[in-house]
């Protein structure tokens, strides 16, 4: 298998450089030419700018603005940040040995950059804040449930731990408070279909053969509030709230299920009160049993 050549730009910011190849062929005469094209939410002001300030890099360094069109090869970059309001909560460190890291993630900290959120996520913190520069994802959070999520921080060992999440070899617990339905017949196994759309940003169920499987038990109940285990065997997009809302008692502060509410990205109250609670697992290179619960804690008041 080839690998991929080492970027030649450092990470900035705890976020490694864009990579963008040139495609083998093409009619541009310039580099600039191919990324005006190339990168057509970039003003080509900007293109030129980064050029100038020789931040535009190939692996024998920095690009000059004229530099001609160099089909089949690569060239790195830094993209610019969005603007972004801080999360003001910590993320505590569970476990961390040569190989993995668990973190306990708070509400409204995304696990990886993607769209809005780029330093203010749980990867690029960890990066700066633990000096582990090639820390990488097992698996993925919700932005706005807390809980635990594990990282590689042995870059060789990242296949064998995502693979370990991908083959669903990790068994997951959720804790959730919703309100108390006496009625409610629990436990209970739900299971329904469910499908998410591109670019829309709730899921849905529908019919058809089921997809998502969710064991639904009642833990403890005072005032009205339900403390609920939820341990799934599937990992469909926002399964848990879906299933919760399904039967009734939609998990407390969700702003999407069952009624979709607008909330500003930079309100940090009334978090979703769902839990990432235990991760446990056979460790694929160890052999060792591992079971790690969560230090964090849900509130019905």
Same mark, same amino acid.
């Given at each position: 298998? +080839?690998?991929?050549?080492? %970027?030649? /730009?450092?990470?900035? &910011?705890? #976020? *490694?450089?864009?990579?963008?190849? @040139? ?104 990066? +700066?804040?633990?000096?582990? %520069?090639? /820390?990488?994802?097992? &698996?993925? #959070? *919700?932005?706005?449930?807390?809980? @635990? ?124 009160? @769902? ?27």
């Amino acid at each position: 298998m +080839r690998r991929k050549p080492r %970027p030649p /730009l450092p990470q900035r &910011h705890g #976020l *490694d450089p864009a990579r963008l190849r @040139l495609p083998d062929e093409g009619p541009w005469a310039t580099l600039r030419d191919h990324l005006v094209e190339r990168l057509p939410r970039v003003a080509p002001e900007r293109v030129d700018e980064l050029l100038a300030e020789g931040r535009i890099h190939d692996l024998a360094g920095p690009v000059a603005p004229d530099a001609p069109f160099a089909p089949g090869t690569s060239v790195w970059f830094h993209r610019d940040l969005p603007e972004e309001v801080p999360v003001p909560f910590g993320i505590g460190v569970v476990h961390r040995d040569d190989a993995i890291l668990v973190v306990d993630k708070p509400h409204f900290l995304a696990t990886i950059p993607r769209g809005r959120h780029v330093v203010q996520t749980a990867l690029v913190r960890l990066r +700066r804040e633990l000096g582990l %520069p090639d /820390l990488s994802p097992a &698996h993925r #959070l *919700d932005r706005v449930t807390a809980g @635990l999520v594990m990282f590689v921080v042995d870059p060789r060992l990242r296949g064998r731990y995502q693979t370990m999440f991908r083959d669903r070899a990790v068994h997951k617990e959720y804790e959730a408070i919703a309100p108390h339905d006496p009625a409610l017949e629990l436990p209970r196994t739900v299971r329904s279909r469910i499908v998410k759309v591109k670019g829309v940003i709730t899921a849905q169920e529908v019919d058809g053969p089921p997809n998502a499987e969710t064991l639904v038990e009642l833990v403890e109940h005072r005032d009205g509030w339900g403390r609920y285990r939820l341990t799934p065997t599937t990992g469909r997009t926002h399964q848990l709230r879906l299933h919760m809302a399904a039967l009734g008692v939609p998990i407390r502060h969700d702003d999407f299920y069952p009624v979709l509410r607008e909330k500003p990205l930079d309100d940090f109250t009334d978090p979703l009160q @769902l839990l990432a609670k235990v991760l446990a697992f056979t460790d694929p290179v160890t052999g060792v049993e591992h079971r790690f619960t969560s230090r964090l804690r849900l509130h019905s008041r």
